[in-house]
């Protein structure tokens, strides 16, 4: 077992990357390629950095990782706050990811000041 795979945090990227892959999915099939693209890329992104950073002894190249994985929150938060703007998706699942997001950034901060 890899080191990642205790990691709630891992855990929850790993949960909220379906999520981004299902809304991928229906943006593809509405020929929305681009935005598909980019919220698959980042459904990857936040897990493989959380995971990358596990991967290290060392802890400045972790919290690396880590401040990658929180932007990808962003990023995501971003993506998901123009859908539903444009009604692509709905307010709640908008919300639901949202908090989501905002809830493992947090998390992530917090796992990374826990490294010494």
């Not at 205790?6 to 999520?19: G, T």
Request: aromatic share 10%.
């Amino acid at each position: 077992m890899f080191r990642f795979e205790n990691l709630e945090i891992w855990k929850e990227a790993i949960q909220i990357a379906m999520l981004l892959f299902e809304i991928g999915d229906e943006l593809s099939e509405s020929k929305l390629w681009r935005f598909a693209d980019q919220i698959r890329g980042i459904g990857m992104s936040i897990p493989n950095n959380i995971c990358e950073s596990s991967g290290s002894n060392l802890v400045n190249e972790q919290k690396q990782f880590l401040r990658y994985a929180k932007r990808e929150c962003y990023e995501a938060a971003n993506i998901i706050i123009l859908l539903e703007m444009k009604s692509i998706i709905s307010v709640e699942r908008k919300q639901n990811l949202y908090f989501r997001l905002d809830t493992l950034s947090r998390r992530i901060q917090a796992y990374s000041n826990s490294l010494k």
